[in-house]
């Protein structure tokens, strides 16, 4: 199995940046990629940004230009660092780790960004 935790949550203000980690452990050599999604108050979690094994990313338009997805594999730590952030990114972000059977959520982070 594998777990992950989320870091990095915070309070800033619009036009400000935060960078998220997500540390996976256990069986982290089962892993085929990784993401981060987001659930706001009243909405449906909503997907963010993946990244595979060989390093291939995917970002949500809404985010794109503004955040990125990496990962170190050494660490098996993803991030997401976020720029330019607005009123409308405030949410919880969750960790996500995913397997040939199997997927992983982290318990999220908030993150608010006030206007």
């Known amino acids: 199995q594998v777990q992950v935790v989320e870091s990095g949550g915070g309070l800033v203000q619009a036009g400000g940046s935060l960078r998220l980690s997500c540390v996976a452990s256990g069986s982290t050599f089962t892993i085929n990629g990784m993401g981060w999604y987001r659930q706001a108050p009243g909405k449906q979690r909503e997907f963010v940004a993946t990244i595979s094994s060989i390093g291939r990313t995917n970002h949500a338009d809404s985010v794109k230009g503004r955040f990125t997805i990496s990962r170190d594999n050494a660490k098996n730590i993803v991030y997401l660092e976020m720029n330019n952030l607005k009123p409308e990114d405030t949410a919880v972000y969750y960790c996500?780790?995913?397997?040939?059977?199997?997927?992983?959520w982290g318990q999220g982070t908030q993150v608010t960004v006030s206007s």
């Open positions: 996500n780790a995913y397997g040939r059977n199997y997927e992983s």
